[in-house]
C-alpha cells in the first residue's frame, strides 16, 4: 500500500489511500460520491471558490471578459513557468543535468497552452477592443511582475524595468533578487565551465546577458563532438527548444496586439507595435543560435 501525506488549502492533513479509494468505489458501485460533509474536495483543492471571484470586469463589453480570463490564464502560466526555471537553474548548480532538462522540456510543453492563449483572442477586432480599452487605464502587460521574473531568469535584465513595482516592497524586493541573481542561461554557463569549457565569467549578473565567442565556441564543440544521448548535446537542444517556443510566444503577443488595436500607442505609455517588435528582436541564449551558423 501506498499513502502520501498531504496538507489541503485549509492545512489539514490527510492521507492518499488505494485501499481507500478502492474500497469507496465499490461502495458506490462505481458512481461517484455525491455526499460530503463540507465543501467537495475539489473545490477546496483548486480554490475555485477564489478563482471565479476574481474575474471583476471594469465594464459590460461581453467581450472584456474573455480578455480579462485570458491574461489571467497567462499569469498563472508565468508563475509555473518561474517555478519550472527555478528549478531547473538549481539542479544545473547542482550538476543535476539530467534532471534540468526533463524540467526544461516540461516547461517547453508548456507553452503550449500558453501560446494557444493569444488564439482566444484572435477574433477581437479594434472594435471591440476599444469598447472596454479606456477604462483599463494605464493597465498593461508590460507592468506584470510575473513576466518580468521570466525576463531576468532568461537572462533579458534591465534594473530599470523593475520602477514600476517600487511602491509595492514585496515585490520590488522580489524583483531585486531575481535581477541580481543568476539566470538560468548563466547557471548552463557555470556548468558548462565545471565540464572544462573556456567560458569567461560574468561580473555583473544584473546587466544584461552580451553573447560571447567563446561561449559559441563551446556550442560548436558540443555540438560537433557530440549528438543525442550525451547530455550537454540534450540540455542545448531542450534550451534551443525553450527560446524557439518563447519567441513564439512574443510573436504571437505582437500579432495580437497588431491585430486588436494596430500602431496605436500602447497603454502603459509605450509606443505600442514598435516596442514589442524591438523586443522580438532580442534573442534568447543567443550563441546556441549563432552556433548554428558558425559549425
Known amino acids: 500500500m501506498t499513502t502520501r501525506r498531504t496538507r489541503g488549502s485549509a492545512g489539514r492533513v490527510g ?24 465543501r467537495t474536495p475539489y473545490d477546496e483543492y483548486v480554490g475555485t471558490e477564489v478563482l471565479h471571484d476574481l474575474q471583476r470586469t471594469v465594464t459590460d463589453a461581453p467581450e472584456e471578459l474573455a480578455f480579462l480570463v485570458t491574461t489571467q ?15 531547473a537553474r538549481r539542479l544545473l548548480d547542482e550538476d543535476d543535468v539530467t534532471g534540468a532538462t526533463t524540467v526544461i522540456g516540461r516547461s517547453v510543453r508548456h507553452f503550449e497552452a500558453l501560446n494557444a492563449a493569444w488564439t482566444a483572442l484572435s477574433w477581437m477586432t479594434p472594435a ?24 531576468f531568469l532568461l537572462g533579458n535584465k534591465s534594473e530599470a524595468l523593475i520602477r ?28 558548462l565551465a565545471r565540464r572544462g569549457f573556456d567560458i569567461p565569467v560574468r561580473q555583473d549578473l544584473t546587466a544584461e546577458y552580451v553573447p560571447s565567442p567563446l561561449v559559441e565556441a563551446a556550442w560548436v564543440a558540443i555540438y560537433a563532438d557530440q549528438g543525442p544521448g550525451d547530455e550537454l548535446w540534450t540540455l542545448g537542444e531542450a534550451l534551443t527548444d525553450l527560446s524557439e517556443r518563447f519567441s513564439d510566444w512574443r510573436y504571437r503577443h505582437l500579432m495580437a ?14 509606443s505600442g507595435l514598435t516596442w514589442l517588435e524591438r523586443s522580438l528582436r532580442r534573442e534568447v541564449f543567443p550563441e546556441l543560435w549563432s552556433a548554428r551558423t558558425a559549425m
Open 128 to 151: 471591440q477592443f476599444n469598447s472596454f480599452r479606456d477604462e483599463l487605464g494605464e493597465a498593461s502587460g508590460f507592468q506584470s511582475s510575473m513576466y518580468r521574473h521570466l525576463e
Open 257 to 270: 496586439v497588431r491585430r486588436s488595436m494596430g500602431a496605436k500607442p500602447g497603454s502603459g505609455g509605450s
Open 73 to 87: 490564464v497567462m499569469e498563472l502560466y508565468f508563475g509555473l513557468l518561474r517555478s519550472e526555471w527555478t528549478l
Open 164 to 191: 514600476p513595482h517600487r511602491r509595492d516592497p514585496r515585490v520590488h524586493r522580489e524583483l531585486l533578487d531575481a535581477l541580481s541573481a543568476p539566470s538560468l542561461y548563466d547557471s548552463t554557463l557555470a556548468l
Open 15 to 38: 492521507v492518499v489511500d488505494g485501499h481507500g479509494r478502492a474500497a469507496r468505489a465499490a461502495a458506490n458501485a462505481g458512481a461517484p460520491t455525491l455526499e460530503f460533509a463540507a
